[in-house]
Protein backbone atom coordinates (compact mmCIF):
# COMPACT_ATOMS: atom_id res chain seq x y z
CA UNK A 1 0.00 0.00 0.00
CA UNK A 2 2.82 2.47 0.88
CA UNK A 3 4.76 1.50 -1.72
CA UNK A 4 2.47 3.01 -4.29
CA UNK A 5 2.03 6.51 -2.28
CA UNK A 6 5.73 6.77 -1.89
CA UNK A 7 6.81 6.28 -5.62
CA UNK A 8 4.12 8.73 -6.84
CA UNK A 9 4.93 12.10 -4.41
CA UNK A 10 6.44 15.43 -5.68
CA UNK A 11 9.65 16.28 -3.83
CA UNK A 12 9.33 19.99 -2.85
CA UNK A 13 12.60 21.66 -3.59
CA UNK A 14 14.00 24.53 -2.08
CA UNK A 15 13.66 26.81 -4.48
CA UNK A 16 17.01 28.61 -5.28
CA UNK A 17 17.33 30.84 -7.87
CA UNK A 18 21.08 30.83 -9.90
CA UNK A 19 22.85 33.17 -10.99
CA UNK A 20 24.16 33.66 -14.43
CA UNK A 21 27.84 34.18 -14.29
CA UNK A 22 29.47 35.64 -17.20
CA UNK A 23 31.69 32.69 -18.95
CA UNK A 24 35.49 33.94 -19.36
CA UNK A 25 37.15 34.90 -22.74
CA UNK A 26 39.64 32.38 -23.90
CA UNK A 27 42.73 32.97 -26.29
CA UNK A 28 44.91 30.71 -27.52
CA UNK A 29 48.67 31.25 -28.20
CA UNK A 30 51.28 28.92 -30.04
CA UNK A 31 54.21 29.32 -31.84
CA UNK A 32 54.30 33.44 -30.74
CA UNK A 33 50.75 33.49 -32.39
CA UNK A 34 47.46 34.74 -30.62
CA UNK A 35 43.91 33.81 -31.06
CA UNK A 36 41.69 35.76 -28.60
CA UNK A 37 38.08 33.97 -28.26
CA UNK A 38 35.10 35.59 -26.66
CA UNK A 39 31.69 33.42 -25.85
CA UNK A 40 30.03 36.07 -27.49
CA UNK A 41 27.05 35.87 -30.39
CA UNK A 42 29.05 37.47 -32.77
CA UNK A 43 30.39 34.80 -34.92
CA UNK A 44 34.33 34.62 -35.44
CA UNK A 45 36.93 32.20 -36.40
CA UNK A 46 39.49 30.06 -35.04
CA UNK A 47 41.90 30.38 -37.92
CA UNK A 48 45.19 32.09 -37.72
CA UNK A 49 46.72 32.14 -41.29
CA UNK A 50 49.99 33.50 -40.55
CA UNK A 51 50.65 30.32 -38.14
CA UNK A 52 49.96 26.54 -37.62
CA UNK A 53 47.29 27.16 -35.07
CA UNK A 54 44.26 26.37 -36.06
CA UNK A 55 40.66 24.55 -35.28
CA UNK A 56 37.62 23.29 -36.32
CA UNK A 57 34.93 24.78 -36.08
CA UNK A 58 32.43 22.49 -34.55
CA UNK A 59 29.69 21.54 -37.15
CA UNK A 60 26.60 22.69 -35.69
CA UNK A 61 24.34 20.59 -38.45
CA UNK A 62 21.17 19.24 -36.52
CA UNK A 63 22.38 15.85 -37.43
CA UNK A 64 25.53 16.04 -35.82
CA UNK A 65 25.68 13.60 -32.62
CA UNK A 66 27.94 16.22 -30.86
CA UNK A 67 25.06 18.38 -30.17
CA UNK A 68 27.00 21.55 -30.33
CA UNK A 69 25.81 25.05 -30.02
CA UNK A 70 24.77 27.22 -32.87
CA UNK A 71 27.38 28.46 -35.38
CA UNK A 72 27.51 32.04 -33.47
CA UNK A 73 29.30 30.91 -29.99
CA UNK A 74 32.85 29.65 -30.47
CA UNK A 75 33.32 25.98 -30.10
CA UNK A 76 35.79 23.97 -32.04
CA UNK A 77 35.99 20.64 -32.57
CA UNK A 78 39.24 19.07 -31.03
CA UNK A 79 40.08 15.32 -32.11
CA UNK A 80 41.52 12.35 -29.78
CA UNK A 81 44.43 10.58 -31.44
CA UNK A 82 41.37 7.85 -32.55
CA UNK A 83 39.75 11.12 -34.50
CA UNK A 84 36.84 11.40 -31.79
CA UNK A 85 35.47 14.38 -31.60
CA UNK A 86 35.14 16.79 -28.88
CA UNK A 87 32.97 20.10 -29.12
CA UNK A 88 34.58 23.12 -26.97
CA UNK A 89 35.74 26.75 -26.93
CA UNK A 90 39.48 27.58 -27.58
CA UNK A 91 41.12 27.74 -24.56
CA UNK A 92 44.07 29.17 -23.15
CA UNK A 93 46.75 26.73 -24.29
CA UNK A 94 49.02 27.14 -21.30
CA UNK A 95 46.77 25.87 -18.71
CA UNK A 96 46.13 22.55 -20.12
CA UNK A 97 48.27 19.85 -18.89
CA UNK A 98 50.13 17.97 -21.49
CA UNK A 99 49.76 14.41 -21.90
CA UNK A 100 51.88 11.20 -23.70
CA UNK A 101 50.78 11.59 -27.38
CA UNK A 102 51.59 7.93 -27.50
CA UNK A 103 49.94 6.74 -24.36
CA UNK A 104 46.98 9.35 -24.54
CA UNK A 105 46.78 9.26 -20.81
CA UNK A 106 45.22 12.21 -18.50
CA UNK A 107 46.29 11.95 -15.12
CA UNK A 108 43.03 13.34 -14.32
CA UNK A 109 39.77 10.87 -15.23
CA UNK A 110 38.21 13.84 -15.93
CA UNK A 111 40.23 15.15 -19.17
CA UNK A 112 40.45 13.27 -22.70
CA UNK A 113 43.70 13.89 -24.10
CA UNK A 114 43.66 15.36 -27.81
CA UNK A 115 46.53 16.17 -30.21
CA UNK A 116 44.22 18.03 -33.28
CA UNK A 117 44.33 20.79 -30.89
CA UNK A 118 45.63 24.74 -32.14
CA UNK A 119 48.22 24.11 -29.29
CA UNK A 120 50.82 22.55 -31.35
CA UNK A 121 51.59 18.58 -32.23
CA UNK A 122 51.67 18.38 -28.38
CA UNK A 123 48.95 16.75 -27.09
CA UNK A 124 47.15 18.34 -24.19
CA UNK A 125 44.65 17.23 -21.97
CA UNK A 126 41.42 18.62 -22.87
CA UNK A 127 38.77 18.67 -19.76
CA UNK A 128 35.38 17.04 -20.07
CA UNK A 129 34.16 20.32 -18.03
CA UNK A 130 35.12 22.55 -21.27
CA UNK A 131 33.32 20.14 -23.48
CA UNK A 132 30.50 20.98 -21.71
CA UNK A 133 30.23 24.43 -22.41
CA UNK A 134 29.53 23.99 -25.76
CA UNK A 135 27.09 21.24 -25.97
CA UNK A 136 23.14 21.54 -25.48
CA UNK A 137 20.83 19.31 -24.66
CA UNK A 138 21.49 16.81 -21.69
CA UNK A 139 24.80 15.43 -21.16
CA UNK A 140 25.90 12.84 -18.13
CA UNK A 141 27.52 13.88 -15.30
CA UNK A 142 29.41 12.19 -12.19
CA UNK A 143 27.17 9.21 -10.18
CA UNK A 144 26.29 9.75 -7.19
CA UNK A 145 27.54 6.95 -4.95
CA UNK A 146 24.04 5.79 -3.87
CA UNK A 147 21.04 5.10 -6.26
CA UNK A 148 17.72 6.96 -4.40
CA UNK A 149 14.51 8.78 -5.33
CA UNK A 150 12.79 11.02 -3.17
CA UNK A 151 15.65 12.75 -1.41
CA UNK A 152 16.16 16.31 -1.62
CA UNK A 153 19.19 18.08 -3.34
CA UNK A 154 19.95 21.98 -2.25
CA UNK A 155 22.25 24.07 -4.30
CA UNK A 156 24.48 25.30 -1.01
CA UNK A 157 26.32 28.97 -0.88
CA UNK A 158 29.26 27.86 -2.12
CA UNK A 159 27.92 26.72 -5.24
CA UNK A 160 27.80 23.07 -4.36
CA UNK A 161 24.74 21.02 -4.41
CA UNK A 162 23.74 18.66 -1.04
CA UNK A 163 21.84 15.24 -1.60
CA UNK A 164 19.87 13.85 1.18
CA UNK A 165 18.14 10.63 2.04
CA UNK A 166 15.91 9.00 0.00
CA UNK A 167 15.05 5.15 -0.67
CA UNK A 168 16.02 3.01 -3.12
CA UNK A 169 13.21 0.53 -2.83
CA UNK A 170 15.12 -1.68 -0.14
CA UNK A 171 16.31 0.68 2.63
CA UNK A 172 15.50 4.26 3.58
CA UNK A 173 18.96 6.17 3.10
CA UNK A 174 20.85 8.30 6.06
CA UNK A 175 23.64 9.04 3.33
CA UNK A 176 24.57 12.27 2.14
CA UNK A 177 26.62 13.73 -0.79
CA UNK A 178 28.20 16.53 -2.31
CA UNK A 179 28.37 17.44 -6.05
CA UNK A 180 30.97 19.80 -7.43
CA UNK A 181 30.03 21.56 -10.73
CA UNK A 182 33.56 22.98 -11.34
CA UNK A 183 34.74 19.17 -11.27
CA UNK A 184 31.54 17.15 -12.30
CA UNK A 185 32.32 14.90 -9.35
CA UNK A 186 30.52 13.91 -5.73
CA UNK A 187 32.01 13.50 -2.57
CA UNK A 188 30.36 11.81 0.52
CA UNK A 189 29.67 14.03 3.01
CA UNK A 190 28.42 13.64 7.03
CA UNK A 191 25.64 11.31 7.49
CA UNK A 192 22.18 12.43 8.24
CA UNK A 193 21.13 10.81 11.72
CA UNK A 194 17.46 9.70 10.80
CA UNK A 195 17.33 7.75 7.32
CA UNK A 196 14.72 9.39 5.67
CA UNK A 197 12.57 10.22 2.60
CA UNK A 198 9.86 12.31 1.36
CA UNK A 199 11.26 14.83 3.02
CA UNK A 200 12.20 18.44 2.65
CA UNK A 201 15.35 20.50 2.40
CA UNK A 202 15.45 24.46 3.16
CA UNK A 203 18.12 26.67 2.32
CA UNK A 204 18.44 28.87 5.13
CA UNK A 205 19.94 32.87 5.20
CA UNK A 206 22.62 31.66 7.06
CA UNK A 207 23.54 29.23 4.82
CA UNK A 208 23.08 25.83 6.71
CA UNK A 209 20.32 23.39 5.57
CA UNK A 210 17.15 22.43 7.41
CA UNK A 211 15.80 19.03 6.29
CA UNK A 212 11.90 17.93 8.23
CA UNK A 213 10.16 15.18 9.04
CA UNK A 214 9.47 12.15 6.18
CA UNK A 215 9.06 8.51 6.38
CA UNK A 216 11.48 5.36 7.05
CA UNK A 217 8.56 2.72 7.50
CA UNK A 218 7.40 5.54 10.45
CA UNK A 219 6.42 8.90 9.74
CA UNK A 220 9.36 11.41 11.46
CA UNK A 221 9.04 14.38 13.33
CA UNK A 222 13.06 14.96 13.64
CA UNK A 223 14.66 18.06 11.88
CA UNK A 224 18.28 18.16 11.40
CA UNK A 225 20.79 21.43 10.67
CA UNK A 226 23.86 20.96 7.78
CA UNK A 227 26.44 23.58 8.49
CA UNK A 228 28.39 23.28 5.18
CA UNK A 229 31.52 25.23 6.85
CA UNK A 230 32.14 21.86 9.21
CA UNK A 231 29.73 19.48 6.92
CA UNK A 232 28.58 18.01 10.13
CA UNK A 233 24.62 17.68 11.24
CA UNK A 234 23.07 18.72 14.30
CA UNK A 235 19.91 17.56 15.60
CA UNK A 236 17.34 20.25 16.04
CA UNK A 237 14.03 20.69 17.59
CA UNK A 238 11.44 17.83 16.64
CA UNK A 239 8.35 19.39 14.83
CA UNK A 240 5.30 19.07 16.70
CA UNK A 241 3.59 16.61 14.50
CA UNK A 242 5.56 13.74 12.30
CA UNK A 243 4.86 14.00 8.81
CA UNK A 244 5.86 13.24 5.33
CA UNK A 245 4.98 14.40 1.64
CA UNK A 246 4.54 18.06 3.01
CA UNK A 247 6.00 21.55 2.40
CA UNK A 248 8.60 23.72 3.52
CA UNK A 249 8.95 27.19 2.57
CA UNK A 250 11.75 30.40 3.58
CA UNK A 251 9.42 32.93 4.61
CA UNK A 252 10.60 36.49 4.09
CA UNK A 253 11.09 37.08 8.15
CA UNK A 254 13.39 34.01 7.65
CA UNK A 255 11.53 31.53 9.86
CA UNK A 256 10.33 28.25 8.15
CA UNK A 257 6.83 27.24 7.39
CA UNK A 258 5.73 23.61 7.30
CA UNK A 259 2.73 22.95 6.35
CA UNK A 260 0.63 19.88 6.31
CA UNK A 261 1.24 16.16 4.78
CA UNK A 262 0.50 12.96 6.10
CA UNK A 263 1.51 12.04 9.62
CA UNK A 264 0.85 8.75 12.21
CA UNK A 265 -2.04 6.79 11.79
CA UNK A 266 -1.79 7.58 8.24
CA UNK A 267 -3.58 10.86 9.70
CA UNK A 268 -3.49 13.75 6.88
CA UNK A 269 -2.74 16.70 8.86
CA UNK A 270 -4.06 20.44 8.84
CA UNK A 271 -1.45 21.88 11.08
CA UNK A 272 1.10 24.00 9.80
CA UNK A 273 4.49 24.90 12.07
CA UNK A 274 7.01 27.47 12.21
CA UNK A 275 10.86 26.99 13.10
CA UNK A 276 13.12 29.63 14.34
CA UNK A 277 16.61 29.07 13.39
CA UNK A 278 17.94 31.22 16.22
CA UNK A 279 16.21 29.36 18.92
CA UNK A 280 15.65 25.68 16.92
CA UNK A 281 12.11 25.62 17.77
CA UNK A 282 8.82 25.20 16.35
CA UNK A 283 5.99 26.51 17.15
CA UNK A 284 2.17 26.09 15.70
CA UNK A 285 0.92 28.50 13.67
CA UNK A 286 -2.80 28.52 11.81
CA UNK A 287 -4.23 25.59 10.82
CA UNK A 288 -5.40 24.98 6.48
CA UNK A 289 -8.32 24.42 6.05
CA UNK A 290 -7.94 21.42 3.67
CA UNK A 291 -5.88 18.83 5.22
CA UNK A 292 -3.45 17.82 2.27
CA UNK A 293 -0.28 15.81 1.27
CA UNK A 294 1.60 15.84 -2.56
CA UNK A 295 0.59 19.51 -2.54
CA UNK A 296 2.81 22.89 -3.29
CA UNK A 297 3.80 25.94 -1.69
CA UNK A 298 5.52 28.76 -3.09
CA UNK A 299 6.20 32.13 -1.58
CA UNK A 300 4.58 34.93 -3.50
CA UNK A 301 6.55 38.26 -3.88
CA UNK A 302 4.30 39.69 -1.57
CA UNK A 303 5.46 37.54 0.87
CA UNK A 304 2.50 35.31 0.91
CA UNK A 305 2.75 31.57 1.03
CA UNK A 306 0.19 29.99 -2.11
CA UNK A 307 -0.42 26.30 -1.63
CA UNK A 308 -1.82 24.28 -4.20
CA UNK A 309 -4.18 21.19 -4.68
CA UNK A 310 -3.00 17.61 -2.70
CA UNK A 311 -4.61 14.83 -1.94
CA UNK A 312 -6.34 14.01 1.50
CA UNK A 313 -6.70 10.06 1.18
CA UNK A 314 -9.52 10.08 -0.84
CA UNK A 315 -10.47 13.26 -2.70
CA UNK A 316 -7.66 15.54 -4.62
CA UNK A 317 -8.32 19.35 -4.53
CA UNK A 318 -8.37 21.84 -6.67
CA UNK A 319 -8.91 24.51 -4.09
CA UNK A 320 -5.41 26.90 -3.14
CA UNK A 321 -5.07 28.97 0.63
CA UNK A 322 -2.92 31.74 1.03
CA UNK A 323 -0.80 32.22 4.25
CA UNK A 324 0.07 35.06 5.40
CA UNK A 325 2.87 35.25 7.85
CA UNK A 326 1.93 38.66 9.72
CA UNK A 327 -1.02 37.15 11.05
CA UNK A 328 -0.35 33.27 10.76
CA UNK A 329 -3.56 32.83 9.46
CA UNK A 330 -4.47 31.01 6.20
CA UNK A 331 -7.08 32.39 3.79
CA UNK A 332 -8.69 30.54 0.66
CA UNK A 333 -8.24 31.66 -2.56
CA UNK A 334 -9.68 30.78 -6.42
CA UNK A 335 -9.26 27.29 -7.06
CA UNK A 336 -7.67 25.65 -9.85
CA UNK A 337 -9.57 24.45 -12.59
CA UNK A 338 -7.93 21.11 -12.27
CA UNK A 339 -7.93 19.21 -9.25
CA UNK A 340 -4.30 18.00 -8.77
CA UNK A 341 -1.65 16.48 -6.66
CA UNK A 342 2.02 15.45 -7.01
CA UNK A 343 2.03 18.49 -9.48
CA UNK A 344 5.11 21.26 -9.53
CA UNK A 345 4.33 25.36 -8.81
CA UNK A 346 7.10 27.71 -10.04
CA UNK A 347 6.96 31.28 -9.30
CA UNK A 348 7.79 33.37 -12.62
CA UNK A 349 10.00 36.55 -12.82
CA UNK A 350 6.79 38.12 -13.74
CA UNK A 351 5.07 37.21 -9.99
CA UNK A 352 2.56 34.79 -11.52
CA UNK A 353 2.79 31.02 -9.96
CA UNK A 354 2.69 28.58 -13.09
CA UNK A 355 1.24 25.08 -11.81
CA UNK A 356 2.20 21.67 -14.19
CA UNK A 357 0.74 18.38 -14.29
CA UNK A 358 -0.11 15.95 -11.35
CA UNK A 359 -2.73 13.45 -10.81
CA UNK A 360 -6.51 14.25 -10.58
CA UNK A 361 -9.10 12.20 -9.06
CA UNK A 362 -9.30 9.70 -11.68
CA UNK A 363 -5.72 8.84 -10.54
CA UNK A 364 -4.23 9.93 -14.39
CA UNK A 365 -1.49 12.20 -14.86
CA UNK A 366 -2.56 15.18 -16.17
CA UNK A 367 -0.95 17.82 -19.10
CA UNK A 368 -2.51 20.86 -17.93
CA UNK A 369 -1.06 23.58 -17.14
CA UNK A 370 -2.20 27.17 -15.32
CA UNK A 371 -1.03 30.35 -14.09
CA UNK A 372 -1.87 32.11 -10.96
CA UNK A 373 -2.12 35.88 -10.84
CA UNK A 374 -1.43 37.10 -7.27
CA UNK A 375 -2.38 40.71 -8.04
CA UNK A 376 -5.77 39.29 -9.10
CA UNK A 377 -6.62 35.86 -6.77
CA UNK A 378 -7.10 34.21 -10.24
CA UNK A 379 -6.10 31.12 -12.55
CA UNK A 380 -5.81 31.32 -15.67
CA UNK A 381 -5.59 28.22 -17.88
CA UNK A 382 -2.15 28.32 -20.17
CA UNK A 383 -1.15 25.60 -22.89
CA UNK A 384 -0.97 21.73 -22.46
CA UNK A 385 2.29 20.14 -22.14
CA UNK A 386 2.86 17.98 -25.29
CA UNK A 387 3.16 14.84 -22.33
CA UNK A 388 1.11 13.86 -18.99
CA UNK A 389 3.41 13.72 -15.76
CA UNK A 390 3.09 13.37 -12.17
CA UNK A 391 6.16 13.23 -9.73
CA UNK A 392 8.36 15.46 -12.68
CA UNK A 393 10.27 18.81 -11.39
CA UNK A 394 10.11 22.35 -12.43
CA UNK A 395 12.94 24.87 -12.90
CA UNK A 396 12.64 28.01 -13.56
CA UNK A 397 16.19 29.12 -16.01
CA UNK A 398 17.79 32.41 -15.67
CA UNK A 399 16.19 33.33 -19.47
CA UNK A 400 12.66 33.21 -17.53
CA UNK A 401 11.76 29.53 -19.40
CA UNK A 402 10.89 26.64 -17.25
CA UNK A 403 12.27 23.52 -18.05
CA UNK A 404 9.74 20.37 -17.03
CA UNK A 405 11.30 17.01 -16.67
CA UNK A 406 10.46 13.52 -16.59
CA UNK A 407 7.74 12.09 -14.31
CA UNK A 408 5.35 9.97 -14.46
CA UNK A 409 3.12 9.94 -18.04
CA UNK A 410 0.38 7.60 -18.58
CA UNK A 411 1.99 3.90 -17.99
CA UNK A 412 5.61 4.48 -17.37
CA UNK A 413 8.66 7.04 -16.40
CA UNK A 414 9.50 9.60 -18.84
CA UNK A 415 12.79 11.00 -20.08
CA UNK A 416 11.47 13.84 -21.97
CA UNK A 417 11.46 17.43 -21.05
CA UNK A 418 9.70 20.47 -22.28
CA UNK A 419 10.26 24.49 -21.99
CA UNK A 420 7.66 26.86 -20.60
CA UNK A 421 7.91 30.09 -22.27
CA UNK A 422 5.89 32.64 -20.16
CA UNK A 423 6.44 35.65 -23.40
CA UNK A 424 4.19 33.40 -25.69
CA UNK A 425 2.40 30.99 -23.04
CA UNK A 426 3.49 27.63 -25.03
CA UNK A 427 5.47 24.68 -24.61
CA UNK A 428 8.52 23.13 -26.94
CA UNK A 429 9.91 20.07 -26.74
CA UNK A 430 13.77 20.27 -25.96
CA UNK A 431 15.71 17.28 -26.08
CA UNK A 432 15.60 13.97 -24.13
CA UNK A 433 17.59 13.65 -20.19
CA UNK A 434 19.36 10.16 -20.96
CA UNK A 435 17.81 8.41 -18.53
CA UNK A 436 13.99 8.07 -17.63
CA UNK A 437 13.09 9.37 -14.01
CA UNK A 438 10.34 10.07 -11.57
CA UNK A 439 10.60 11.42 -7.76
CA UNK A 440 14.08 12.75 -9.11
CA UNK A 441 15.15 16.13 -8.30
CA UNK A 442 16.32 19.30 -10.59
CA UNK A 443 18.76 21.91 -9.23
CA UNK A 444 19.99 25.35 -10.84
CA UNK A 445 23.43 25.23 -10.42
CA UNK A 446 25.24 28.87 -9.93
CA UNK A 447 26.86 29.20 -13.84
CA UNK A 448 23.05 28.52 -15.09
CA UNK A 449 22.90 24.56 -15.48
CA UNK A 450 20.63 22.68 -14.09
CA UNK A 451 21.60 19.06 -12.32
CA UNK A 452 19.30 16.37 -12.32
CA UNK A 453 20.01 13.51 -9.78
CA UNK A 454 18.85 10.20 -9.04
CA UNK A 455 15.01 9.12 -9.40
CA UNK A 456 13.51 5.45 -10.13
CA UNK A 457 11.19 3.91 -13.09
CA UNK A 458 8.84 2.13 -10.91
CA UNK A 459 11.02 -0.53 -9.81
CA UNK A 460 14.77 0.44 -10.02
CA UNK A 461 16.51 3.71 -8.61
CA UNK A 462 18.97 5.35 -10.36
CA UNK A 463 22.35 6.93 -9.23
CA UNK A 464 22.90 8.64 -11.86
CA UNK A 465 22.86 12.57 -12.56
CA UNK A 466 22.40 15.12 -16.04
CA UNK A 467 23.31 18.43 -16.71
CA UNK A 468 21.03 20.35 -19.07
C1 LIG B 1 35.25 39.33 -23.19
O1 LIG B 1 35.70 40.18 -24.24
C2 LIG B 1 34.73 41.12 -24.66
C3 LIG B 1 35.27 41.85 -25.86
O2 LIG B 1 36.65 42.05 -25.76
C4 LIG B 1 34.43 42.05 -23.50
O3 LIG B 1 33.42 42.97 -23.86
C5 LIG B 1 33.92 41.22 -22.33
O4 LIG B 1 33.72 42.04 -21.21
C6 LIG B 1 34.93 40.15 -21.96
N1 LIG B 1 34.36 39.28 -20.95
C7 LIG B 1 35.04 38.91 -19.85
C8 LIG B 1 34.33 38.02 -18.90
O5 LIG B 1 36.19 39.29 -19.64
C1 LIG C 1 58.54 34.38 -30.24
O1 LIG C 1 58.63 35.59 -29.50
C2 LIG C 1 59.83 35.70 -28.76
C3 LIG C 1 59.73 36.92 -27.87
O2 LIG C 1 58.89 37.86 -28.40
C4 LIG C 1 61.04 35.74 -29.72
O3 LIG C 1 62.22 35.81 -28.98
C5 LIG C 1 61.01 34.49 -30.55
O4 LIG C 1 62.02 34.56 -31.52
C6 LIG C 1 59.69 34.33 -31.25
N1 LIG C 1 59.65 33.04 -31.91
C7 LIG C 1 59.26 32.93 -33.18
C8 LIG C 1 59.27 31.53 -33.72
O5 LIG C 1 58.91 33.86 -33.85
C1 LIG D 1 47.84 35.74 -36.13
O1 LIG D 1 49.21 35.44 -35.91
C2 LIG D 1 50.07 36.53 -36.16
C3 LIG D 1 51.48 36.02 -36.06
O2 LIG D 1 51.78 35.51 -34.83
C4 LIG D 1 49.77 37.63 -35.17
O3 LIG D 1 50.59 38.76 -35.41
C5 LIG D 1 48.31 38.04 -35.32
O4 LIG D 1 47.97 38.97 -34.31
C6 LIG D 1 47.40 36.82 -35.17
N1 LIG D 1 46.03 37.22 -35.49
C7 LIG D 1 45.04 37.16 -34.58
C8 LIG D 1 43.67 37.54 -35.04
O5 LIG D 1 45.20 36.78 -33.42
C1 LIG E 1 28.17 18.51 -40.89
O1 LIG E 1 27.62 17.23 -40.58
C2 LIG E 1 26.64 16.80 -41.50
C3 LIG E 1 26.05 15.49 -41.01
O2 LIG E 1 27.01 14.69 -40.41
C4 LIG E 1 27.29 16.67 -42.89
O3 LIG E 1 26.31 16.26 -43.81
C5 LIG E 1 27.88 18.01 -43.31
O4 LIG E 1 28.57 17.86 -44.52
C6 LIG E 1 28.83 18.51 -42.27
N1 LIG E 1 29.27 19.86 -42.60
C7 LIG E 1 30.54 20.23 -42.58
C8 LIG E 1 30.83 21.65 -42.97
O5 LIG E 1 31.43 19.46 -42.25
C1 LIG F 1 38.30 12.32 -38.73
O1 LIG F 1 36.86 12.40 -38.85
C2 LIG F 1 36.43 13.38 -39.78
C3 LIG F 1 34.91 13.47 -39.75
O2 LIG F 1 34.36 12.56 -38.85
C4 LIG F 1 36.91 13.04 -41.16
O3 LIG F 1 36.50 14.05 -42.06
C5 LIG F 1 38.42 12.96 -41.13
O4 LIG F 1 38.90 12.52 -42.38
C6 LIG F 1 38.91 11.97 -40.07
N1 LIG F 1 40.36 12.05 -39.94
C7 LIG F 1 41.11 10.97 -39.90
C8 LIG F 1 42.59 11.20 -39.76
O5 LIG F 1 40.63 9.85 -39.93
C1 LIG G 1 40.62 6.75 -13.03
O1 LIG G 1 40.07 5.60 -13.67
C2 LIG G 1 40.82 4.41 -13.41
C3 LIG G 1 40.24 3.29 -14.27
O2 LIG G 1 38.86 3.46 -14.47
C4 LIG G 1 40.75 4.11 -11.92
O3 LIG G 1 41.50 2.94 -11.64
C5 LIG G 1 41.31 5.28 -11.15
O4 LIG G 1 41.16 5.07 -9.77
C6 LIG G 1 40.61 6.57 -11.52
N1 LIG G 1 41.27 7.68 -10.87
C7 LIG G 1 40.61 8.67 -10.28
C8 LIG G 1 41.43 9.76 -9.69
O5 LIG G 1 39.38 8.70 -10.24
C1 LIG H 1 54.34 14.21 -29.72
O1 LIG H 1 54.78 15.27 -28.89
C2 LIG H 1 56.05 15.82 -29.26
C3 LIG H 1 56.42 16.85 -28.22
O2 LIG H 1 56.55 16.23 -26.98
C4 LIG H 1 55.98 16.42 -30.65
O3 LIG H 1 57.23 16.92 -31.01
C5 LIG H 1 55.53 15.36 -31.61
O4 LIG H 1 55.34 15.92 -32.91
C6 LIG H 1 54.24 14.71 -31.16
N1 LIG H 1 53.90 13.60 -32.03
C7 LIG H 1 52.76 13.52 -32.67
C8 LIG H 1 52.51 12.30 -33.49
O5 LIG H 1 51.91 14.38 -32.59
C1 LIG I 1 27.10 5.51 -13.75
O1 LIG I 1 26.32 4.42 -13.32
C2 LIG I 1 25.73 3.70 -14.39
C3 LIG I 1 24.89 2.61 -13.79
O2 LIG I 1 24.01 3.17 -12.86
C4 LIG I 1 26.80 3.11 -15.28
O3 LIG I 1 26.19 2.50 -16.39
C5 LIG I 1 27.70 4.23 -15.78
O4 LIG I 1 28.76 3.69 -16.50
C6 LIG I 1 28.25 5.01 -14.62
N1 LIG I 1 28.98 6.16 -15.12
C7 LIG I 1 30.17 6.50 -14.64
C8 LIG I 1 30.79 7.71 -15.24
O5 LIG I 1 30.71 5.86 -13.75
C1 LIG J 1 12.43 5.18 11.99
O1 LIG J 1 12.50 6.28 12.86
C2 LIG J 1 12.06 5.99 14.17
C3 LIG J 1 12.02 7.30 14.93
O2 LIG J 1 13.31 7.84 14.99
C4 LIG J 1 12.97 4.96 14.79
O3 LIG J 1 12.55 4.65 16.08
C5 LIG J 1 12.95 3.72 13.93
O4 LIG J 1 13.88 2.79 14.40
C6 LIG J 1 13.28 4.06 12.50
N1 LIG J 1 13.04 2.91 11.67
C7 LIG J 1 13.92 2.47 10.80
C8 LIG J 1 13.51 1.31 9.97
O5 LIG J 1 15.00 3.01 10.66
C1 LIG K 1 -6.22 22.93 14.48
O1 LIG K 1 -6.85 21.70 14.20
C2 LIG K 1 -6.77 20.76 15.28
C3 LIG K 1 -7.42 19.47 14.81
O2 LIG K 1 -6.83 19.00 13.67
C4 LIG K 1 -7.46 21.29 16.50
O3 LIG K 1 -7.26 20.40 17.57
C5 LIG K 1 -6.87 22.64 16.85
O4 LIG K 1 -7.62 23.21 17.90
C6 LIG K 1 -6.90 23.58 15.66
N1 LIG K 1 -6.23 24.82 15.99
C7 LIG K 1 -6.76 26.00 15.77
C8 LIG K 1 -5.96 27.18 16.19
O5 LIG K 1 -7.87 26.11 15.25
C1 LIG L 1 -11.37 14.48 2.42
O1 LIG L 1 -12.24 15.46 1.95
C2 LIG L 1 -13.58 15.01 1.80
C3 LIG L 1 -14.36 16.14 1.16
O2 LIG L 1 -14.13 17.32 1.84
C4 LIG L 1 -14.12 14.60 3.15
O3 LIG L 1 -15.43 14.10 2.99
C5 LIG L 1 -13.23 13.53 3.74
O4 LIG L 1 -13.63 13.25 5.05
C6 LIG L 1 -11.80 14.00 3.78
N1 LIG L 1 -10.96 12.92 4.20
C7 LIG L 1 -10.08 13.06 5.16
C8 LIG L 1 -9.26 11.84 5.49
O5 LIG L 1 -9.91 14.11 5.73
C1 LIG M 1 -5.61 20.13 -22.73
O1 LIG M 1 -5.77 18.74 -22.83
C2 LIG M 1 -7.04 18.29 -22.40
C3 LIG M 1 -7.07 16.78 -22.50
O2 LIG M 1 -5.98 16.24 -21.86
C4 LIG M 1 -8.13 18.89 -23.29
O3 LIG M 1 -9.38 18.51 -22.79
C5 LIG M 1 -8.00 20.40 -23.26
O4 LIG M 1 -8.92 20.96 -24.17
C6 LIG M 1 -6.61 20.84 -23.61
N1 LIG M 1 -6.49 22.27 -23.41
C7 LIG M 1 -5.88 23.08 -24.25
C8 LIG M 1 -5.80 24.51 -23.86
O5 LIG M 1 -5.39 22.66 -25.28
Request: aromatic fraction near 8%.
Amino acid sequence: MRSITVLLFVIALSSVKGQTTQLPNYSCSENNASIQFTLSSSSHSASNSTSSCSLQQCNTSLNNNDNCRLSSTPCFDYRTINNISYCAPGILCSILERCDNITQICSSNNSVCVINSCCSSQAVCLPFLATQMCKTGWFSTGNMSAARYAHTASVLLNGLVLVTGGFDFSNYLNSVELYDPSTGTWTTTGSITEARSAHTASLLSNGKVLITGGYNGSFLNSAELYDPLTSIWTTTGNMINARYSHTASLLSNGLVLVTSGEGAGNIVLNSAELYDSSTGTWTITGNITNARWGHTASVLSNGLVLVTGGYNGSIVYNSAELYDPSTGTWASTSSMTNARYDHTASVLSNGKVLVTGGVDNGYISLNSAELYDPSASTWTTTSNMTNPRQAHTASVLSNGKVLVTGGYGISSALNSAELYDPLTSTWTATSNMINVRQSHTASILSNGRVLVTGGDDNSVSFNSAELY
